[in-house]
């Protein structure tokens, strides 16, 4: 099955600051890589997915970029703020129709942005 | 009832008692799943459902059964519970488009449940 890594598991910033997450993916059948915000104490959010056949995707301060080849991709948020601290998962999903469409995820960053 | 809801909030169990945790959605989606999420392990797949009337499972599924008897409800029970099942779990919900079509829509999550079993 997929196997997913995620680096680094923190990662402190100072305000302004770029933040990069790294997280490779095993199964070469992948095509949908997903990022999720989780606050404390609250549900995964959302924030940015990726598909196979881009290699790049921005929503104003954050970006996502596919390397499909090295099979690793990354999330930028630049100009961060501290309302950007919270716990961030990548995933990936590898199941064609009309398999599951369940997602892998990475072990999670922590991101604490320093005012 | 709006979007992805979950029962109860949180629970103390004993070990060895049966326990079911709840999961409603009402945006008419068809594959729902359940996750736990462990410390330093992100959200790990337990059970997933497709469609209703069909169930598959995940990367953890020993331990945890799940039946999908309608669209809107996805529960998820515990037969016995032992205290390495301590966990938050959540269930999530996406629509998977039509069949055959290779659709990757978002994932929405409830929640969650915070299940102590002692």
């Known amino acids: 099955g997929e196997n997913v890594e995620q680096h680094p598991s923190t990662l402190s910033v100072q305000e302004g600051d770029s933040a990069v997450i790294k997280c490779t993916y095993s199964?070469?059948?992948?095509?949908?890589f997903p990022w999720y915000k989780q606050e404390l104490g609250k549900r995964p959010q959302l924030i940015i997915d990726i598909r196979s056949n881009v290699g790049e995707k921005k929503d104003q301060r954050i970006a996502v970029t596919l390397n499909k080849t090295a099979k690793h991709f990354s999330l930028h948020i630049t100009e961060t703020q501290p309302e950007d601290s919270a716990v961030y998962f990548c995933a990936a999903s590898a199941s064609p129709p009309p398999g599951r469409r369940a997602l892998t995820f990475g072990s999670g960053t922590r991101l604490q942005v320093q005012p | 009832i709006a979007g992805i809801t979950q029962a109860p909030t949180s629970q103390i169990l004993a070990a060895g008692r049966r326990m079911t945790l709840r999961c409603t959605q009402d945006m008419r989606h068809n594959a729902m799943y359940w996750y736990r999420q462990d410390l330093g392990l992100g959200l790990r797949l337990i059970h997933y459902?497709?469609?209703?009337?069909?169930?598959g499972k995940g990367e953890v599924p020993d331990g945890y059964s799940v039946s999908r008897a309608n669209t809107d409800d996805f529960p998820l029970t515990l037969a016995s519970a032992v205290p390495s099942q301590t966990s938050v779990y959540f269930c999530?919900?996406?629509?998977?488009?039509?069949?055959?079509?290779?659709?990757?829509?978002?994932?929405?999550f409830g929640p969650g449940t915070r299940l102590t079993v002692l």
């Open positions: 199964d070469s059948a992948s095509n949908y």
């Open positions: 459902s497709n469609t209703a009337g069909t169930t």
């Open positions: 999530a919900s996406s629509d998977s488009g039509l069949a055959g079509v290779s659709s990757y829509n978002e994932q929405f």
